[in-house]
């Protein structure tokens, strides 16, 4: 009995290990998942930058007192976090910078930037929000106009209430940039799909892209641990 299960289980093993050398080892296809998670970092970070800059001008377009801005700040919210990503994807893609020669990463981040600024503008105005009105007038009764009291005074504080929730809008993007493909971009899940299209093996090429995102995310999610705990330690001294 014990001999048959061990037979099987060294079967199934050099099944296994024959499936992976198919999909990964055989003519050099691992390599096209690492040029796949090249493009994905490179589309994940250049689009946080983009949605930092661009939520925190439109958060500060949904707290202003001018109505065109508040109303300029509501509509880009409201449209871009009513549509699919993958809509906008295309849309800007296709239509917007059909005309423009530019690399293909470069116009996908700028997608995921846009919708990325729309969430993030709702998080920095929470975070500002949460910063006491005491702070303000601090800041103006030592003579600080409004743009020196914002920048100086609530906005650091402010970025360390949001932090938490900046870093998981970053997770949130790199499992989004999935959907690269559409424009013809070979990210990780594109590489995994060109193999499993090669190989005619389903489930080892999707495993593997499951892992790649798995691990990266949560190496990201360590150090944003970490980064937090510093945070934290530093206001407790």
Sequence with gaps: MYTNMA????????????????CF????????????????????????ILGLL????VALCNMSKNK??????????????????????MIIYFVIFASVHWDKWIIAAIAFGINSGAYVSEIIRAGILSVDK???????????NGVQTMMGIVVPQAAKNILPALCN?????IK?????????????????DFIKS?????????????VIYFVLIKLLTIVFSKLETRLRMSEAR
């Design 7 to 22: 037979i099987s289980i060294a079967t199934w093993a050099n099944s296994i290990a024959d499936t992976f050398q198919k």
């Design 25 to 48: 080892i055989k003519e050099d296809r691992y390599k096209l998942m690492l040029s796949g998670l090249v493009v994905t970092i490179q589309v994940s970070i250049l689009a946080v």
């Design 54 to 57: 661009i939520g925190f001008v």
């Design 68 to 89: 065109i801005l508040k109303l300029f700040g509501k509509v880009y919210t409201d449209i871009i976090r009513g549509t699919p990503s993958v809509t906008q994807l």
């Design 134 to 144: 005491g702070q303000t007038e601090a800041g103006r009764s030592l003579g600080l």
């Design 169 to 173: 809008e970053f997770i949130t993007i």
């Design 176 to 192: 989004e940039t999935a959907i690269v493909g559409y424009v013809g971009l070979m990210d990780i899940q594109k590489a995994g």
């Design 198 to 210: 090669a190989t005619y093996i389903p489930y080892m090429p999707l495993l593997g892209t499951a």
